[in-house]
């Protein structure tokens, strides 16, 4: 079964606009980690937002926000006011067993990509 | 500025042949990771590395190969036992989590190879 499920593989979102990216997640573990990236067409991959699972209150970085509906296994990224430099992969990933040995790595979603509309 | 640098940004590579991908960061992070991306897919995780001269399978290990032989260092070989290795590949690299999940993983530019 998949870890991350990201069902969206395109968006066209206007400029200036809000824009969800959807997540959900599998896991049996209580305490996980998921992270949100952006994979501009450089290839790079640049972090945008954490989440624990025990956190009470849902994360919130500039003009990025997770939805995070724990009993739901969701964690939907918001961004705000979109922007062209928007335009770019998204990636949704994961972090299990945190405290052990294999908790070390990230399994990832295959993406969502958006494009900002001037 | 610390940072992961990978090289070469661009490889190409006849069928048969085996090939070395380098990274190395200077961020004295203790963990790094290696994973592959495909045209329009999420990243793969190949091998990771928690600490010196130890290392772990991910996912896709087969037909890849690592070594750790210093904190900066965890070069990926791409051998001649991978079916299909044109892909883009990315290193990253991160402290080791202790009761926190939320350290992050830092990536590298990555390097695309094509097998010809």
């Known amino acids: 079964a998949q870890k991350i499920t990201q069902t969206q593989p395109g968006m066209f979102v206007q400029e200036k606009e809000a824009v969800t990216l959807d997540c959900t997640y599998d896991?049996?573990?209580?305490?996980?980690?998921l992270f949100w990236y952006k994979q501009p067409s450089s290839g790079e991959m640049i972090f945008l937002i954490y989440?624990?699972?025990?956190?009470?209150q849902n994360a919130t970085e500039g003009r990025y926000s997770l939805n995070f509906q724990k009993a739901r296994k969701s964690a939907n990224l918001v961004i705000s006011a979109s922007q062209l430099g928007d335009s770019a992969m998204y990636f949704c990933?994961?972090?299990?067993?945190?405290?052990?040995?294999?908790?070390?790595?990230?399994?990832f979603g295959g993406g969502t990509r958006v494009l900002v509309k001037p | 500025d610390g940072g992961i640098t990978q090289s070469p940004k661009y490889l190409f590579r006849k069928e048969g042949q085996n090939v070395t991908l380098s990274c190395e960061q200077n961020l004295n992070h203790d963990a790094m990771y290696w994973y592959r991306q495909d045209p329009g897919q999420g990243l793969r995780l190949i091998y990771y590395?928690?600490?010196?001269?130890?290392?772990q399978k991910g996912d896709i290990a087969e037909g890849y190969s690592v070594s750790r032989e210093k904190k900066e260092s965890f070069p990926l070989t791409v051998t001649s036992a991978q079916k299909n290795p044109t892909a883009f590949y990315l290193c990253?690299?991160?402290?080791?989590?202790?009761?926190?999940?939320?350290?992050?993983?830092?990536f590298g530019a990555g390097s695309r190879l094509t097998v010809l």
């Open positions: 989440q624990g699972s025990y956190d009470q």
């Open positions: 590395s928690q600490i010196v001269n130890d290392f």
């Open positions: 896991t049996s573990d209580p305490s996980y980690g």
């Open positions: 990253a690299s991160s402290i080791v989590p202790g009761s926190s999940g939320a350290n992050v993983l830092t």
């Open positions: 990933a994961m972090r299990e067993k945190i405290g052990s040995a294999a908790g070390n790595k990230l399994t």
